[in-house]
Each structure stands twice: as structure tokens, then as C-alpha cells.
């Protein structure tokens, strides 16, 4: 990896110095708990929340000193014990954090998408950029094993010339809920689970799509008031290679993928879930194989391979580029919603670096968290 001009200062016992902005469901479910996994590079120093009883009990529990609320955001950073924050925050709100961050030289690891529009996140990256500081988007998939295996198959030609991808993201959930927020506030089955279907696809496809077509359904449930029930997409990727995908919050569990060769086909259960196994289905020339993927933990390997690149200068990847890019996408299909037509897209941004199975992290799965004034978002 090509690294920074800028020199990294020695860091206190070389671990980052981490604080949790949002403690919601995923921080509390699944960041908060991954620290232990990461305790090699990193270290949960503080949480940022305005809910007092979280930050009380939440603070005892992971022994974090640094704890304030959204307005004591500076405040804490400006301590000069904090090296980056994890910001877990509803997606309308990460181009403010990341901004409030960058300018105090906080580097940033923000959960995905990156930001609701574009712009806002090409605003997020010149930040970055300008306060030499390092973003990454919290792709967790692009530590682990069974999607990084995907792409190394693909690219081994294994399957023969990659024709098509096809994918269906779905499940209950329930409102009020965030993921209902109207799709201006980044709610929305696109933004939420659709960017899963959309990451996977362009990097199978090691690619940028063209052009993307979409159509939505609601069903006039009040669940989805402001945001589609269900979304079909297409996307049209160079070589005449073709992406689909089907989104839900109005429908039964599915988590699967399909990429499909002119040799063979290889396809993902459990493909984008943190909270059980992955099964890979392998078919070369008519045989099938199957492997298990176990469950593991996702989120350390973020921490762990974020603080290697803060500690040794070096490029992220998923960068702000890479969130960027699955904003771009977004944008364009719930377009086509809107439209009735294809829109196209413009592919001129080149990815200088995509998740490959050197990346691959694995560290043991964690137990089940007693979460604290938190409603689960799905049934």
C-alpha cells in the first residue's frame, strides 16, 4: 500500500485512542463489544451520546473515562487523548460529525453510507484531505473471508468471464425506526441495505456500473409513509454485465448472492450478515461444493485494520472514495424511481484501491450483548 507524506507522531502504547459517537443499536450490539477483539491496536477510550442513561451504564461497563454529549463533542476531542472517532450516528448526521472531527485532526471511521448525497460526500472527503486526516467507511464485509474469497474466485477466472450478479436483501422491520426516516435523511431500503448488494457487485465485478434502472413498491403500509417497501434494482456494469437486486422491508429474511460465469457460479447464504454463518455454494462444470463460513466478529477487524493504517501511515481501503462511489449509485437508482427511466451514471471516478483476501481478518466471534434503551430495528 502507497502511504501518506504525512508522518505519524508516536501514540501512547501504539494503540488508537477511540471514542463511539452514537450509541444506538450498532454501536451497542456490535462496535461497542468488538474493542475486546481489537485490544492489539486499539482502545475504546470514550462515548459521545445525549441519552444520560446510556452513557452512564454504558460507561461503567467498558471502563471509558471520556464520556459527554453531542454539545461536549469538541470539548472531548480537544483533550488531546483522542487519535479517532467511530461515528454511529443516523446517516443524515455523519457529514457533520466527520466535518466536526476533521477540523480538530480526529481521524474518522464512520458507518456506512458514508452520507446521504453526493456532495456531501465529496464535501467529507476534501475535509479529510485538508486536515490530513484519514476516513474510512465502515465496510465490515471487506475484512471478511467469504466475500474477500468471492472476489479472489471471480478473479482466478475459476468461473470463467463473470456474466452476472443477482442478490435479495430483505426483512420485517419495525416503526418507528430510523430506517423509515424520509429518503432526504438517508432512510430507505437503498441506503440501508441496498448499499450491501451495490459494494458487492462493483467489487465482483472489480468496476463502476453505467447505467442503473429501478422501480419501488409500498403497498400503502404505514411503515413506509416516506420510503419504498421494496425496491428492484438493475445496474449495467462495462462488458454488457449486468447486476440485480431486490430490497425489502416489507418481507421475509433473505441474504444471499449470486455471481455467475460462463464456467460456473458461485453463490452467498447469510452474504452480508454479521450475526451467524456464511455458506458458499461453489458449481464448476456442473459439481457443487459447499464450505461454512463461521461466525465471527466483523467489526474488529475494521478497528484493527484502521488503526494499522493510522499507526503506520498507510491508505485505507474503504476509503471516502469507496463510499462516495455507492452514494453515487444510490442516488441514480432512487432516480430512476422517481423517472420511470434509466439513468446513467458517470464513471469517470477510478477506484485506486479495492478489498482483495489480503485484507482478511479473522477473530472470534463475541457474545450477545444486553442492550440499553434500544429497540431492535427488525423483527
Keep these: 500500500m502507497a502511504k501518506y507524506l504525512r508522518l505519524v507522531p508516536p501514540l501512547e502504547e501504539k494503540r488508537i485512542r477511540y471514542v463511539v459517537v452514537g450509541l444506538g443499536y450498532i454501536a451497542q450490539a456490535a462496535v461497542l463489544p468488538a474493542f475486546k477483539n481489537a485490544r492489539e491496536n486499539s482502545k475504546l477510550i470514550g462515548l459521545i451520546s445525549d441519552h444520560s442513561k446510556k452513557l452512564k451504564e454504558l460507561s461503567k461497563k467498558y471502563g471509558t473515562q471520556l464520556n459527554g454529549s453531542y454539545d461536549e463533542f469538541e470539548k472531548i476531542l480537544e483533550t488531546g487523548e483522542v487519535d479517532a472517532v467511530y461515528i454511529a450516528l443516523p446517516n443524515h448526521l455523519h457529514l457533520e460529525y466527520v466535518e466536526r472531527a476533521a477540523r480538530l485532526g480526529i481521524h474518522v471511521l464512520c458507518e456506512k453510507p458514508l452520507a446521504v448525497t453526493v456532495a456531501d460526500c465529496e464535501r467529507m472527503i476534501q475535509m479529510a484531505k485538508l486536515h490530513h486526516i484519514k476516513l474510512m467507511v465502515a465496510y465490515r464485509l471487506h475484512f471478511e473471508a467469504a466475500n474477500l474469497k468471492a472476489i479472489q474466485m471471480v478473479e482466478s477466472g475459476k468461473l470463467g468471464e463473470a456474466k452476472y450478479f443477482e442478490s435479495a436483501f430483505s426483512m420485517q422491520i419495525k416503526s418507528p425506526n430510523i430506517r423509515t426516516n424520509d429518503i432526504q435523511m ?22 463502476e456500473p453505467e447505467e442503473v434502472f429501478a422501480m419501488s413498491s409500498k403497498n400503502n403500509d ?12 438493475c445496474l449495467k456494469f462495462p462488458g454488457d454485465r449486468l447486476a440485480t437486486f431486490a430490497t425489502s ?3 421475509d429474511d433473505q441474504s444471499v448472492y449470486k455471481i455467475v460465469g460462463t464456467k460456473g457460479s458461485l453463490e452467498l447464504e447469510n452474504a452480508y450478515e454479521w450475526q451467524s454463518s456464511i455458506i458458499q455454494s461453489l458449481k464448476i462444470k456442473g459439481k457443487i461444493s459447499k464450505k461454512v463460513f463461521p461466525k465471527r466478529d466483523q467489526f474488529a477487524p475494521e478497528l484493527i485494520y484502521f488503526s494499522k493504517c ?26 430512476s424511481t422517481e423517472r420511470g427511466v434509466p439513468v446513467k451514471i458517470d464513471s469517470s471516478l477510478k477506484k485506486e484501491l479495492r ?12 457474545h450477545k450483548q444486553k442492550l440499553i434503551s434500544v429497540n431492535l430495528p427488525h423483527s
Aim: glycine share 10%.
Design 310 to 335: 493510522i499507526l503506520e501511515d498507510l491508505k485505507v481501503e474503504p476509503s471516502g472514495e469507496e463510499g462516495l462511489l455507492d452514494v453515487k449509485v444510490i442516488q441514480a437508482l432512487y432516480e
Design 355 to 366: 478489498p482483495s483476501i489480503e485484507q482478511e481478518i479473522n477473530v472470534p466471534a463475541f
Design 186 to 207: 438517508g432512510g430507505g431500503t437503498l441506503y440501508d441495505i441496498g448499499i450491501y448488494c451495490i459494494n458487492a457487485a462493483r467489487n465482483l465485478f472489480q468496476a
Design 249 to 251: 422491508f416489507g418481507a
Design 222 to 233: 404505514p411503515r413506509f409513509e416516506k420510503i419504498d417497501e421494496t425496491t428492484i434494482s
